[in-house]
């Protein structure tokens, strides 16, 4: 898993000791948006591991070069019950940059490293999370494997080998 990941409006940074606990601790730094860390941030920050390329990392806007959400996946990969490595993929974004497929171009791109990888990945989205519903649609989440305790639908995204 590659540490750097950019995309044409994203950086994908990821999270070190110092921001994981500011994050966790709900702590506003500049060049953070108002509205980082959220709730789902900070619930990010407890699954951080140092060291660890899998873990969450900060969803900034090159343009503005302003922190406005986070992506990550819960953990390494590991095997599935059919021996696949896989594993789960989180993201969000403050309210005022939703709607620019911004969501869409982060996951897309922490994916692909994820296919380099020969990872299959799940999410897990509450059945009425329309806009998170259609960004793991895009990204090509084609199965579903039931869902979670919470009511929570849980997609799988094949590994697309090749990618």
Do not use: C, Q
């Not at 709730?39 to 390329?53: K, V």
């Amino acid at each position: 898993m590659v540490d750097g990941v950019t995309t044409a409006r994203l950086a994908l940074v990821l999270w070190d000791a110092e921001t994981a606990s500011a994050v966790r601790s709900g702590e506003r730094r500049p060049g953070w948006h108002p509205d980082f860390p959220r709730e789902d941030d900070r619930g990010a920050a407890t699954l951080w591991r140092d060291g660890d390329p899998w873990g969450p990392r900060s969803i900034v806007s090159l343009k503005r070069r302003l922190v406005i959400g986070s992506i990550g996946f819960f953990s390494p990969p590991e095997p599935a019950d059919d021996d696949l490595p896989e594993v789960e993929v989180g993201y969000g974004l403050v309210a005022e940059a939703r709607g620019y497929g911004l969501a869409t171009e982060a996951l897309g791109a922490l994916l692909a490293r994820a296919d380099a990888a020969g990872v299959r990945v799940r999410a897990s989205i509450a059945p009425d999370n329309a806009a998170s519903l259609r960004v793991a649609a895009k990204a090509g989440f084609t199965g579903v494997r039931g869902s979670t305790e919470d009511g929570e639908l849980v997609l799988v995204r094949p590994v697309r080998r090749g990618a």
